[in-house]
């Protein structure tokens, strides 16, 4: 009797099973079509020009990416025509880089980032870049030494963030950014120079609009304000000056060049003022002198002060020429305004009024380096 109860049981446990297999809506990999990079651009008529990269799985396909573009008055319609153009069903749970025109930028981009926000198929782990050139341009054109320009994309992006080259571009940070009025978003930004893609430098954002761009040096120093440096790397150029070099003809050289690596930064930035308002900056810096163009004796104690004293002056100065340029702006990517905020209680600061702040804004800076390592010599 018992037997004949499990036999039953286990009967009806296999009807079961395939019943809910037979109910399952399965997506078979090799059909359909993984979007990694989509690109937008305006359009005439107040259209939007949508550029999909899809990534190629098939082993048997000549090229490992495929280029779908259309056009439409939305995002979600773009995304139906592109679906219509293609011989498989695209999906964006792969997304990882959604590339943005600047003339686009320049225009807004509440709308179209808030329609990727909120939808459920995309991750958290997009990537946000502005392009210089029309997306459409960048992700149809073909480049000897690339064979998917989506996974170029996104690991050129990718590697910068994480060697500390470049700010953040996650997706949901920019969103988050874009509601606070203590702080402007940043983004990477996308050079096309010939058959090679490049990250130029960083766009900068007064609300949801592109204001400007800094090149990719300033983007470190913007680093090391906004966020810790953990293994960071950075080219500095002293005066000569400033070195006691045992150069034999030092009158040939204008400039000294240093390296510095493994740098591991501290900031601070507090309000002394919040009339003016006058704002103190404290960086501190740990880190190796990897190399300097010029001879310099470096078993000597004075001789590394020295270095150290110019370095400090050149970081300084280099701040205050990115501040300048962002208070022309009336953008802060740095978040002074949060520090503002935070001191005044209850100011109901908006983004507008402290974008009419910001530009009349002081700031005190104090740099400390302190160079650990020299490597070995004789």
Request: hydrophobic fraction near 40%; proline fraction near 4%; charge should be positive.
């Amino acid at each position: 009797m018992k037997k004949s109860k499990a036999a039953g049981t286990a009967g009806l446990l296999i009807m079961a099973a395939a019943l809910a297999t037979g109910c399952l809506h399965t997506k078979v990999l090799e059909r359909l079509g993984l979007v990694i990079v989509a690109g937008i651009d305006m359009a005439p008529g107040d259209q939007l020009n949508g550029t999909s990269v899809l990534y190629e799985i098939d082993p048997e396909a000549r090229e490992r990416s495929n280029v779908i573009s259309s056009t439409a008055y939305t995002v979600k319609g773009i995304r139906l025509k592109n679906n219509a153009e293609s011989r498989k069903m695209l999906v964006s749970g792969q997304l990882r880089v959604l590339l943005l025109h600047e003339e686009l930028a320049k225009r807004g981009l509440t709308s179209i980032v808030d329609t990727f926000t909120r939808d459920p198929d995309i991750g958290s782990g997009v990537y946000l870049a502005i392009s210089q050139q029309p997306a459409f341009d960048i992700l149809t054109r073909r480049y000897p030494e690339i064979s998917n320009v989506g996974e170029y994309l996104f690991q050129s992006i990718k590697q910068n963030m994480e060697s500390e080259q470049m700010i953040s571009a996650m997706l949901h940070e920019f969103v988050r950014d874009l509601d606070s009025p203590g702080i402007d978003a940043s983004l990477p930004y996308v050079v096309q120079q010939d058959d090679e893609l490049r990250l130029q430098g960083a766009a900068l954002f007064r609300g949801d609009k592109m204001a400007g761009t800094i090149p990719l040096k300033e983007v470190l120093f913007l680093r090391l304000l906004k966020k810790r440096y953990t293994t960071g790397f950075f080219e500095l150029t002293l005066p000569q000056a400033a070195i006691i070099s045992q150069d034999k003809q030092p009158e040939k050289r204008k400039h000294t060049y240093v390296t510095l690596d493994s740098i591991h930064s501290k900031s601070s930035i507090s309000v002394l003022d919040p009339q003016q308002p006058l704002f103190h900056i404290k960086l501190r810096l740990r880190a190796r002198l990897l190399e300097i163009s010029v001879p310099v004796d470096l078993r000597e104690r004075r001789h590394l002060r020295q270095i150290e004293h110019a370095v400090n002056e050149e970081i300084k100065r280099s701040l205050e020429r990115l501040l300048q340029k962002t208070q022309k702006l009336a953008v802060d990517p740095v978040g002074f305004g949060n520090k503002y905020r935070a001191r005044i209680r209850h100011s109901g600061l908006t983004i507008e009024q402290w974008q009419q702040i910001y530009p009349k804004a002081k700031f005190r800076i104090e740099v400390s380096t302190n160079l650990l390592r020299t490597g070995q010599t004789d």
